[in-house]
């Protein structure tokens, strides 16, 4: 015996206009009986909004990540060129010329250092 | 009954509300309205920009997110010396540009023309003095010129005109504050970009032994061939790794884009070699002062090395430079890479060799003179016995006499006299001295010397006797050094090298280190010998320059010639090629140090000999190094 349909074409436009008029009066999720569900939707909406402003603070801390990269950057610039300067100076004969120029008499040392045990 | 009384208990609320819809209720409902349009609003713009609009290329351009790829450049290692003095760093300079369309539209545009022009005008008269104020920072910049490079590019809308390349920081500073860069990239066009370059603070000291890169970049595989400094040969372990990360505009500027892959960035590893600055800075310029005004010479070069380790403390290769005004660079490794014929200090080789083969016991041993005739041999006659003969009175010559005036005769006769019957007995000697092997060094290009096969069709009446006294063999100074440095350490033969550990952020992750080439080539007592002969060359011998030495040095001269296209040692000009050497170790009562300089010179007529300039030199670093080395203290006991 063949079963018969329980549900018309008509049906689908009927569900559609009480669709759309329950989303117009704001009755959708009561219509749906989903109101024992409100608090998950809500959380759900939570979580989307946290999703969006995570991205945004991160985006935001990336960039701050870039600008200190360059500050940190510059810092190691001026580290680097003041490392050069101080080990270009320590350089035996650059220090005796300076000692020469600046009129000093001291000198390399003649004899070995003696050493009190 | 009972469902008809629920139904109408349903109902009454819902009637209720509809009757009783409170104010507050409407205002949620005009709400809630406005949001559903909205939505539905932004719901059609979306389907409507996904699939319908399509923008202005330029536009969609603008609003897609531009994904950029970046290499992350890891920071080259250092190279540092023994105590941690810095050799080669990695060191930021500034490439200065512009963009010289800056304001110009904008100034175009303005509604009131008289005064577009005249900012115009104005910013054509900061632009006068910029060029003006980088003609006085700048090295090679024209004021005038710089001024009609920028006026042009604004004229031809150049954005991006080079102003200074490679300047440092200070410099790069000092630009900033000039008129109109000081306004910043927007109004003054200023484009500012860094990159690393390699910087040697000791400038060219030991440049041939630490090497060369460019720009901070890893060297490609044939580079490094060519390439035989520590830069070359480490390079893989200096460079460190690249990263690559993805960047995305934001509104906040360009970010990392986190979704993307990111691989960090490895920084490369430090270096620490052996040599020390101090000792290198006076080696070379104790070479430098006895060689630069001589016009004949045309390289030189000076190793100190540990004698315990053979860690090189020192290492000084000087050549002549035709795009330095001809002065002495450090251009070519000749401790490693020049070859010849060692001249007299192969004559220890043949008196280590007789010795440790038990034929003379003593070297007041004594030998025929004979008037300096090697016999059985076609050699040439050896014209200094015949004045040993007259001064001495006398027909015999001690081995230690022969030694102390390098005779060539002696050493000819005592190879020939002990080893004529079997040759190979006397090579497979040079071989277990290390002579004849190259072995595994910390710089590419250490040639293998050549010592000739007594089976080989090259092989003749004279080459042992010559062998004798250091010719028919090619040796690198190296070589003679480490054979040399074997003597000083009772027999051991250690292997030189130059690079101590590999360090990451002062931590050692791979030590290097001394090791042993051959545990005893010969016996301590033999090797007490052989310092006694050498301390005779150095007292009363061919280097008594070194008698004055701070301490005493054991050593020894030699002298040879380079050949010439004829085949022969001197040109139809009866000019030579001098290679002078010494090479010896101090204290010699306990050796600490041993060293080895060399001189070569062009064809000349003026002589060049072991005990001239190289000794000279080798005195000026021994008596620093034992007037400043820590481990010749003397030391005074407590009361």
């Known amino acids: 015996m063949e079963e018969k349909r329980k549900w018309k074409v008509s049906d689908i436009w009927k569900l559609l206009k009480n669709g759309i008029a329950a989303i117009v009066t704001g009755n959708l999720l009561l219509r749906l009986n989903a109101g024992k569900y409100f608090v998950h939707i809500a959380y759900t909406f939570l979580l989307f909004w946290i999703l969006i402003f995570e991205s945004l603070v991160a985006d935001n801390v990336l960039s701050k990540v870039e600008n200190n990269n360059g500050k940190i950057k510059e810092m190691e610039i001026i580290y680097a060129d003041k490392t050069f300067e101080v080990a270009s100076m320590s350089r035996r004969s650059a220090v005796q010329k300076r000692l020469e120029a600046m009129g000093s008499s001291v000198q390399e040392p003649t004899a070995q250092a003696i050493v009190i045990e | 009954m009972m469902e008809q009384d629920g139904n109408n208990m ?148 150049r954005k991006y005109l080079s102003i200074a390349k490679g300047v440092d920081r200070s410099t790069m500073l000092k630009i900033k504050a000039l008129p109109l860069y000081r306004e910043g990239a927007n109004r003054g066009g200023m484009i500012v970009e860094t990159r690393n370059i390699r910087k040697y603070p000791y400038g060219r000291l030991a440049r041939r032994t630490i090497g060369f890169v460019r720009d901070n ?29 993805y960047l995305k505009q934001t509104d906040r500027g360009r970010v990392r884009n986190y979704d993307s892959s990111y691989v960090r960035a490895v920084d490369g590893k430090d270096l620490r070699t052996t040599l020390n600055i101090d000792y290198q800075d006076v080696a070379d310029r104790a070479l430098r002062e006895r060689i630069d005004s001589l016009e004949d010479l045309n390289g030189a070069c000076l190793v100190l090395m540990e004698v315990s380790t053979g860690a090189i403390r020192a290492m000084v290769n000087l050549s002549r430079d035709p795009h330095r005004g001809n002065s002495f660079e450090e251009i070519t490794n000749f401790a490693i890479g020049r070859r010849c014929e060692p001249g007299s200090v192969f004559k220890t080789v043949t008196l280590l060799s007789v010795m440790s083969d038990g034929i003379y016991k003593s070297l007041d041993e004594t030998l025929p003179t004979n008037h300096g005739i090697v016999k059985d041999t076609k050699m040439k006659q050896d014209i200094h016995i015949l004045d040993w003969e007259r001064e001495n009175k006398t027909h015999e ?35 277990s001295y290390g002579l004849g092997d190259s072995f595994d060094f910390d710089l590419e290009g250490l040639l293998t010397p050549l010592i000739p096969d007594p089976k080989s069709k090259y092989w003749s009446n004279t080459t042992l006797g010559t062998m004798g006294f250091g010719y028919a063999t090619e040796e690198t100074p190296l070589h003679i050094l480490t054979f040399y440095n074997a003597i000083a350490n009772k027999g051991k033969m250690v292997k030189p090298y130059l690079v101590e550990c590999i360090e990451k952020a002062g931590t050692v992750t791979d030590r290097r280190g001394p090791s042993v080439l051959n545990a005893s080539i010969c016996s301590r007592a033999i090797a007490d010998t052989m310092t006694r002969a050498l301390l005779s060359v150095t007292e009363d011998g061919t280097a008594r320059r070194l008698k004055s030495a701070k301490c005493k040095v054991a050593g020894k001269t030699g002298t040879s010639f380079a050949t010439f296209a004829n085949g022969k040692y001197s040109d139809e000009n009866g000019r030579r090629q001098y290679q002078g050497t010494f090479v010896g170790y101090f204290p010699a009562e306990d050796p600490q140090y041993s060293i080895i300089c060399a001189v070569y010179s062009r064809p000349t007529r003026t002589s060049y000999q072991g005990g001239g300039i190289p000794a000279a030199a080798v005195k000026t670093l021994v008596d620093y190094v034992y007037t400043n080395d820590p481990r010749f203290r003397t030391k005074l006991p407590k009361k």
């Open chain 2, 10 to 157: 349903r109902q009454l609320p819902q009637q209720t509300t509809k009757k009783k819809r409170d104010r507050i209720g409407m205002v949620l409902y005009v709400f809630y309205a406005l949001l559903l349009i909205i939505t539905v609003a932004v719901l059609f713009k979306l389907v409507y920009f996904q699939l319908i609009w399509e923008p202005e290329p330029k536009i969609a351009s603008a609003l897609t997110p531009q994904i950029q790829k970046r290499i992350v450049e890891p920071v080259r290692g250092n190279i540092i010396d023994c105590e941690g003095r810095l050799l080669a760093m990695s060191y930021p300079v500034y490439d200065i540009h512009m963009d010289c369309t800056v304001m110009k539209a904008e100034y175009a545009k303005m509604k009131n023309k008289e005064k577009g022009k005249m900012k115009e005008a104005e910013w054509q008269d900061k632009a006068q003095q910029l060029a003006a104020g980088l003609a006085e920072i700048v090295d090679g910049v024209d004021a005038a010129r710089m001024y009609k490079q920028i006026k042009d590019g604004r004229a031809n809308g």
């Open chain 2, 217 to 245: 970049q890893g060297l490609p595989e044939e580079e490094i061939k060519g390439n035989p400094g520590l830069e070359g040969r480490y390079d893989a372990i200096l460079h460190g790794k690249d990263g690559r990360e």
């Open chain 2, 397 to 431: 010559i001690s081995i230690l006499n022969g030694f102390k005036i390098s005779s060539n005769y002696v050493f000819g006769t005592l190879a020939v006299q002990n080893y004529a019957k079997n040759p190979r007995q006397y090579v497979e000697k040079v071989y």
